[in-house]
């Protein structure tokens, strides 16, 4: 009997010491809450939230929800944050088209574990944060939304002008914009003006950015742009029309980061023009020499003074590379760029072997006690 709580107690001092070398995995959500307003059936409704991992190892969140019309909520079922890592989850609400008007309440429930650690073992050194949702389902069609964000750049003569803005879905139906521009001279007479009818939508919930572009006949002097757009407003902003040469567009390659595990290979540009430029990043992946990967960015619209990342995903097997490239925007280059990547082979992660030595400990704990019984 003396020797079977001794064991037992010996046992229970391993499990104990093992399970405390992982301390609770502790996530951290932000907003602490979320709420819909007035989201119409078959309608929309966007939102995120912030996660954060506060451990330096990485940690798997999976997602639950609970509560009425769990099946209206589309979100990932889980996320793995990497060492004091970040995630920005989206969460969106489709309600089906017979939902019963009225509030609702749910709960969504993030359970955090060190990667790679089964559920069964996870439980034990595991964290759920819960954060409240409410929304409301109504009949009531309310379109709303807000103008913002004009952007318009000076010019040189005989270029075209590039018009912007922003649209800000504030109310429950879809907006799809309709309007128009109009450039006023210096004494206010009208010059210029054209119909805005857009055929993309911006969702409730949701900002759209819109731009609209075409040749200019315009003489040289100061201008002022105008842009209408019904049930959001009208916003105005001056800009310039400059003699040929007058402009120059200018951009520096800043840097070039390299891609880490589910990260981005990083170009970095500034615009240090005068105008709004169009800039992209262009290069190559080499081994041994030889080119295995293009790499070509979408195309970002950069404003004077600006700094933007262009970003691109790589899935590169085990090995050595070079990336070089540099970024063209209008009708220029910058200077080239290069870095060397090493794409490490896969290896077990740590919390598996934690898992599997766990295991093995257990296993060994109960046949101690078996055997210490079957002599008695």
Same mark, same amino acid.
Request: net charge negative; with cysteine.
């Given at each position: 009997?003396?020797?079977?709580?001794?064991?037992?107690?010996?046992?229970?001092?391993?499990?104990?010491?093992?399970?405390?070398?992982?301390?609770?995995?502790?996530?951290?959500?932000?907003?602490?809450?979320?709420?819909?307003?007035?989201?119409? %059936?078959?309608?929309?409704?966007?939102?995120?939230?912030?996660?954060?991992?506060?451990?330096?190892?990485?940690?798997?969140?999976?997602?639950? /929800?609970? &509560?009425?019309?769990?099946? *209206?909520? /589309?979100?990932?079922?889980? /996320?793995?944050?990497?060492?004091?890592?970040?995630?920005?989850?989206?969460?969106?609400? =489709?309600?089906?088209?017979?939902?019963?008007? &009225?509030?609702?309440?749910?709960?969504?429930?993030?359970?955090?574990?060190?990667?790679?650690?089964?559920?069964?073992?996870?439980?034990?050194?595991?964290?759920?944060?819960?954060?409240?949702?409410?929304?409301?389902?109504?009949?009531?069609?309310?379109?709303?939304?807000?103008?913002?964000?004009?952007?318009?750049?000076?010019?040189?003569?005989?270029?075209?002008?590039?018009?912007?803005?922003?649209?800000?879905?504030?109310?429950?139906?879809?907006?799809?914009?309709?309007?128009?521009?109009?450039?006023?001279?210096?004494?206010?007479?009208?010059?210029?003006?054209?119909?805005?009818?857009?055929?993309?939508?911006?969702?409730?919930?949701?900002?759209?950015?819109? !731009?609209?572009? &075409?040749?200019?006949?315009?003489?040289?002097? !100061?201008?002022? /742009?105008?842009?209408?757009?019904? =049930?959001?407003?009208?916003?105005?902003?001056?800009? *310039?029309?400059?003699?040929?040469?007058? @402009?120059?567009?200018?951009?520096?390659?800043?840097?070039?980061?390299?891609?880490?595990?589910?990260?981005?290979?990083?170009?970095?540009?500034?615009?240090?023009?005068?105008?709004?430029?169009?800039?992209?990043?262009?290069?190559?992946?080499?081994?041994?020499?030889?080119?295995?990967?293009?790499?070509?960015?979408?195309?970002? @619209?950069?404003? %004077?003074?600006?700094?933007?990342?262009?970003?691109?995903?790589?899935?590169?097997?085990?090995?050595?590379?070079?990336?070089?490239?540099?970024?063209?925007?209008?009708?220029?280059?910058?200077?080239?760029?290069?870095?060397?990547?090493?794409?490490?082979?896969?290896?077990?992660?740590?919390?598996?072997?934690?898992?599997?030595? @766990?295991?093995?400990?257990?296993?060994?704990?109960?046949?101690?006690?078996?055997?210490? =019984?079957?002599?008695?």
């Amino acid at each position: 009997m003396e020797n079977t709580r001794k064991y037992g107690i010996i046992t229970c001092l391993i499990l104990f010491l093992v399970f405390s070398s992982h301390s609770v995995q502790a996530v951290g959500v932000s907003p602490g809450e979320m709420a819909f307003e007035n989201v119409l %059936p078959g309608g929309y409704a966007e939102t995120s939230v912030l996660l954060s991992n506060s451990k330096d190892e990485p940690v798997t969140v999976t997602l639950e /929800v609970e &509560g009425e019309g769990v099946d *209206w909520l /589309v979100l990932n079922s889980s /996320v793995i944050l990497g060492p004091r890592g970040t995630e920005r989850l989206t969460i969106a609400l =489709q309600p089906s088209i017979d939902a019963e008007g &009225g509030s609702y309440e749910q709960r969504i429930l993030l359970t955090s574990v060190p990667a790679g650690l089964s559920s069964v073992l996870g439980n034990r050194i595991a964290l759920t944060v819960s954060v409240p949702l409410s929304f409301t389902i109504t009949d009531a069609r309310v379109p709303s939304c807000v103008l913002g964000g004009v952007r318009v750049a000076d010019v040189e003569l005989g270029d075209a002008i590039r018009i912007g803005y922003t649209i800000s879905n504030t109310g429950n139906t879809r907006v799809t914009p309709r309007g128009n521009l109009r450039i006023l001279d210096i004494a206010g007479k009208e010059v210029f003006r054209d119909d805005v009818q857009e055929s993309e939508t911006t969702l409730p919930t949701m900002k759209g950015d819109y !731009e609209n572009a &075409g040749s200019s006949t315009l003489a040289e002097g !100061e201008y002022e /742009v105008v842009v209408s757009i019904e =049930q959001c407003g009208e916003q105005s902003r001056r800009f *310039w029309v400059l003699a040929p040469g007058t @402009l120059g567009d200018e951009g520096a390659f800043t840097t070039l980061i390299p891609p880490a595990s589910a990260e981005p290979l990083i170009a970095g540009f500034k615009n240090t023009g005068e105008r709004s430029v169009r800039a992209r990043f262009s290069g190559v992946v080499l081994q041994d020499g030889k080119i295995v990967h293009v790499i070509e960015t979408e195309p970002l @619209l950069v404003a %004077p003074g600006q700094n933007v990342n262009l970003e691109s995903y790589l899935d590169l097997p085990a090995g050595e590379y070079e990336i070089r490239g540099s970024v063209l925007y209008e009708n220029k280059r910058t200077g080239e760029r290069s870095l060397s990547v090493i794409v490490e082979p896969e290896v077990g992660n740590s919390s598996v072997v934690f898992s599997t030595l @766990l295991l093995f400990l257990i296993i060994i704990g109960i046949i101690l006690i078996v055997r210490i =019984q079957k002599k008695r």
